[in-house]
């Protein structure tokens, strides 16, 4: 209470309690800080795996190396579903534009073509065509199979003339490998009696050789061996070597 004179005075409101915390509140939230926002969610890393074309490239490279590898060791068509051309077929699978896997089929036709070939110098008919049947299964109609078929047939048919060549009338001296190989003296001795034999009784020889090459070296042997004398005959492909003689006509 304030006195002002002697009669009167102001009295003052007391402040209550509460308002006393509602101050002391208010003047705190003056002074500090809003609060701070909350952090916001942060997504989850993406994995760290191979993308699916990754994936398939690397499915491409691997039967790539397999179906190289399986060519290496021979093993073209079998077994099955693990030789060289099933490997190719699984990468044209993955990739059908794949320049690497056609190739490689193309050279699997390749070998099996020349692997024939070298049956047929031997008169393996039966090799002959096991082979290009494999070779027309991978791939049908082309044509390094057809040109050894037309060989193949050329060959069966000097084969069945041999045959007639060997029969009733006709003289067969073999020709041992082993000693055709190695061009020995004792091959050459042999060939030279033979080759006296066909000027004295006129007889003309079918040279069976087993490479051009091989026929050749035993005509000019038999010719060597009666010189000024014409030897009449003729050279043809097969196995086992030997030499056909028969009266000339």
Known sequence: MNWVSDRFYIR????GAMALVLLTVLGGCATQPPPAAPPKPV???KPAGPSPEEIRQRAVQHFLGRAERAQ???FITMPAGASAYDFYLQV??????????????QILVMDLVARARDAL??????????????ADEISPGNPLSKEVRAQLQREQQRA???VTLDGPGAQTVPLAASELNARSDAMVQMLTSVAQRIREHQLRVIIV??????????????RQ?????????DIKLGNPPRLLLQKSP
Do not use: H
């Open 12 to 15: 003052r409101p007391k402040m």
């Open 43 to 45: 997504p989850p890393p």
């Open 72 to 74: 290496r060791e021979g």
């Open 92 to 105: 044209l699978q993955l990739d059908p534009g794949n320049t690497q896997a056609a190739a490689g089929i």
């Open 121 to 134: 110098r031997q008169r393996a008919f039966g090799q002959v065509r096991s082979l290009l049947n494999t």
């Open 160 to 162: 069945r003339q041999d």
């Open 209 to 222: 050789a087993r490479t051009d090459a091989e026929g050749r070296w035993v005509y000019s042997q038999l």
């Open 225 to 233: 061996a009666v010189p000024g004398f014409r030897v009449r005959g």
